[in-house]
């Protein structure tokens, strides 16, 4: 299973992105979706999750400016980051929790990571 992630970039505060991440390979079903941010080699903190129900979580500092969204048919999950901030500045590592088959066990995955980079 692989994750690739795409959408980072230099904004200026204030501007929005949209990240991408798309899931591919051997999938039997998605649990879960989210975003983590890591900044400067720390740990990578829960930015927002999404279930195969819908239900979301986000961090308090994102609420009311980020969205989450899958879609199910695509294996995907996007974030809208929308009144950005600099100290949202981090790289953004999309997490998908998978199952591979049928009674398989579930299943942590990660992508690449995408740099997004907010100005003051």
């Known amino acids: 299973v692989q994750l690739q992630a795409s959408g980072g970039g230099l904004v200026q505060a204030g501007g929005s992105l949209r990240l991408s991440c798309a899931a591919s390979?051997?999938?039997?079903?998605?649990?879960?979706m989210g975003w983590y941010r890591q900044t400067s080699g720390t740990q990578r903190d829960l930015v927002a999750v999404i279930t195969s129900d819908g239900s979301t979580t986000y961090a308090d500092s994102v609420k009311s400016r980020f969205t989450i969204s899958r879609d199910n048919t695509r294996n995907t999950v996007y974030l809208q980051m929308n009144s950005l901030k600099p100290d949202d500045t981090g790289v953004y590592y999309c997490?998908?929790?998978?199952?591979?088959?049928?009674?398989?066990?579930?299943?942590?995955?990660w992508g690449q990571g995408t740099q997004v980079t907010v100005s003051s």
């Open positions: 390979g051997t999938i039997f079903s998605i649990n879960r």
């Open positions: 997490q998908g929790l998978i199952i591979t088959a049928q009674g398989a066990a579930l299943r942590q995955s």
